[in-house]
């Protein structure tokens, strides 16, 4: 209990940071990508713009559902948007 506390009362240096845009190259929709994307857009307040290039080999499906599923992440940011390419 007391190390639950304690991750809850760290802050992070993102939350500092004044940045408006964020590129990721190659990102291919694993497990890891997500949860760096969760703690990106949940943390960079002042975050307006987010471009990702996907590098997904899969059918298209797939690509749709990766896309679908980083639209809906929270953000801090209410300005940020999201562009694929």
Do not use: A, D, W
Not at 28 to 53: A, D
């Amino acid at each position: 209990m007391m190390m639950m506390m304690m991750e809850e009362e760290q802050v992070s240096c993102l939350s500092t940071c004044r940045v408006k845009v964020l590129e990721i190259s190659g990102y291919g929709g694993t497990s890891k990508e997500l949860k760096q994307m969760r703690h990106f857009l949940g943390k960079l307040k002042y975050l307006e713009t987010v471009k990702i290039s996907l590098q997904i080999e899969k059918n298209e499906n797939y690509r749709q559902r990766v896309t679908n599923v980083l639209k809906k992440l929270p953000r801090l940011s209410s300005k940020c948007q999201i562009h694929f390419f």
